[in-house]
């Protein structure tokens, strides 16, 4: 039963990160402005003689959710990797596999475009620091934390 919930919940994470992909530029872009305008209200809250560029903050909003969102993906696949036994070398295969595809996903949605920058630099490397973490995690006495 592990197996299963692990597998579904991996295929509906990778499901949903491709979804974010088709929604069209303005819209994406729209979301991202209005989370990223509430974290400069509290930044200026904190540091009120700060000069933070709300253009800045949109930039570190839009890529720290490619963080995010592969963090997720990648400690959810590492623990379905290890329930069904599957060799970990192929763990960063798959992680590179689903950043290209989501980034060519992005070729059929309205006024974006695909990225390798984002797919090498933001997404695999979330992927491989989630599946990191989660092994840490699973594994105290691997990771010398037992």
């Given at each position: 039963m592990k197996k299963i919930i692990s597998l579904s919940l991996s295929l509906i994470l990778t499901a949903f990160v491709f979804s974010l992909s088709l929604i069209p530029g303005e819209t994406s872009g729209g979301q991202s402005l209005l989370i990223a305008e509430t974290v400069k209200r509290i930044i200026d809250s904190i540091f009120p003689d700060w000069e933070l560029p709300l253009l800045l903050v949109h930039q570190f909003v839009r890529k720290g959710a490619h963080v995010a969102e592969y963090f997720l993906l990648g400690a959810s696949w590492l623990i379905t990797f290890r329930l069904f036994s599957i060799k970990i070398i192929l763990f960063p295969l798959l992680g590179t596999v689903i950043a290209l595809a989501d980034e060519a996903f992005q070729l059929l949605a309205i006024d974006r475009g695909p990225s390798l920058f984002d797919a090498f630099v933001f997404d695999l490397p979330g992927f491989l620091f989630g599946g990191f973490i989660s092994f840490f995690?699973?594994?105290?006495?691997?990771?010398?934390?037992a």
């Amino acid at each position: 039963m592990k197996k299963i919930i692990s597998l579904s919940l991996s295929l509906i994470l990778t499901a949903f990160v491709f979804s974010l992909s088709l929604i069209p530029g303005e819209t994406s872009g729209g979301q991202s402005l209005l989370i990223a305008e509430t974290v400069k209200r509290i930044i200026d809250s904190i540091f009120p003689d700060w000069e933070l560029p709300l253009l800045l903050v949109h930039q570190f909003v839009r890529k720290g959710a490619h963080v995010a969102e592969y963090f997720l993906l990648g400690a959810s696949w590492l623990i379905t990797f290890r329930l069904f036994s599957i060799k970990i070398i192929l763990f960063p295969l798959l992680g590179t596999v689903i950043a290209l595809a989501d980034e060519a996903f992005q070729l059929l949605a309205i006024d974006r475009g695909p990225s390798l920058f984002d797919a090498f630099v933001f997404d695999l490397p979330g992927f491989l620091f989630g599946g990191f973490i989660s092994f840490f995690l699973t594994n105290p006495k691997k990771a010398g934390l037992a």
